[in-house]
């Protein structure tokens, strides 16, 4: 179910019910709106108290970025790096190769860089190409890591989710996200030993987030800091 309600601070704030839901959370969609999850039943007078109650955390929630590609930007990533370049071969379309580790990204000579739907297809076919990537890298860090830890998960996978960047499921595979490429090296193992903890704790309690601060050395306070200011440099 989807609605909204106004606010005087953040004026129209979308909101979606969803069923099997037991918490409010909040996020900023792409457009600049906030955006409410709420579990169903949820009456509207709660979800403004809510916000009343979240207002100053809401102030500080990240915004979307704005997005600019250029031709000739490089776009580094872990262990690999985007050249966007142009091509005049195929009106209207987007093509890329790999050589090496550079993936050359070419979109039309004419094509509108400052749209945002180019923008939106230039992003995804980035993200696509990471899978590959993904595979070949992200997975033999984590293992990397979890046999520095003396872990050992019943599997690794790679996802393509933006927002849920890793996950432990109940069959103690770790999942990650292929965009995790397009973050530095400690955000990346930050993130591992995040989901690493979660085989001995399927929670986010006390106990959780000290064993997390023990993998990481004692940094998990500035770590995730630095992954809340992170931007993305494809659309989310």
Same mark, same amino acid.
């Given at each position: 179910?989807?609605?909204?309600?106004e606010d005087?601070?953040? &004026?129209?704030?979308?909101? !979606? =019910?969803? +069923?099997?839901?037991?918490?409010?959370?909040f996020t900023y969609h792409a457009d600049g709106h906030l955006l409410m999850r709420a579990p169903? &039943?949820?009456?509207?007078? !709660? =979800?403004? +108290?809510?916000v009343e109650r979240d207002r100053e955390r809401l102030r500080q929630l990240p915004r979307p970025q704005s997005l600019s590609f250029s031709v000739g930007q490089v776009i580094e990533c872990y262990k690999c790096r985007v050249v966007i370049e142009a091509q005049n071969r195929m009106p209207g379309y987007i093509l890329n190769h790999w050589e090496g580790d550079t993936l050359h990204l070419q979109v039309y000579?004419?094509?509108?860089?400052?749209?945002?739907?180019v923008k939106r297809t230039i992003s995804s076919a980035i993200g696509r190409a990471m899978d590959v990537q993904a595979h070949a890298s992200l997975l033999p860090l984590a293992r990397q890591v979890a046999?520095?830890?003396?872990?050992?998960?019943?599997?690794?996978?790679?996802?393509?989710?933006?927002?849920?960047?890793g996950h432990c499921t109940?069959?103690?595979?770790i999942q990650?996200?292929?965009?995790?490429?397009?973050?530095?090296?400690?955000?990346i193992r930050y993130i591992i030993c995040h989901e690493l903890a979660h085989l001995t704790h399927m929670n986010h309690s006390p106990q959780f987030h000290a064993l997390v601060d023990e993998y990481t050395g004692g940094r998990e306070k500035e770590l995730e800091r630095q992954l809340r200011q992170f931007r993305f440099p494809i659309a989310r």
């Amino acid at each position: 179910m989807k609605g909204y309600i106004e606010d005087r601070e953040f &004026g129209k704030i979308y909101v !979606e =019910l969803r +069923r099997g839901m037991t918490s409010v959370r909040f996020t900023y969609h792409a457009d600049g709106h906030l955006l409410m999850r709420a579990p169903l &039943g949820v009456p509207v007078s !709660e =979800l403004q +108290r809510v916000v009343e109650r979240d207002r100053e955390r809401l102030r500080q929630l990240p915004r979307p970025q704005s997005l600019s590609f250029s031709v000739g930007q490089v776009i580094e990533c872990y262990k690999c790096r985007v050249v966007i370049e142009a091509q005049n071969r195929m009106p209207g379309y987007i093509l890329n190769h790999w050589e090496g580790d550079t993936l050359h990204l070419q979109v039309y000579v004419s094509a509108d860089l400052d749209d945002e739907a180019v923008k939106r297809t230039i992003s995804s076919a980035i993200g696509r190409a990471m899978d590959v990537q993904a595979h070949a890298s992200l997975l033999p860090l984590a293992r990397q890591v979890a046999s520095e830890l003396g872990l050992q998960p019943a599997g690794f996978e790679i996802g393509r989710g933006m927002r849920k960047l890793g996950h432990c499921t109940s069959k103690k595979v770790i999942q990650l996200s292929r965009n995790l490429m397009f973050m530095p090296e400690e955000l990346i193992r930050y993130i591992i030993c995040h989901e690493l903890a979660h085989l001995t704790h399927m929670n986010h309690s006390p106990q959780f987030h000290a064993l997390v601060d023990e993998y990481t050395g004692g940094r998990e306070k500035e770590l995730e800091r630095q992954l809340r200011q992170f931007r993305f440099p494809i659309a989310r």
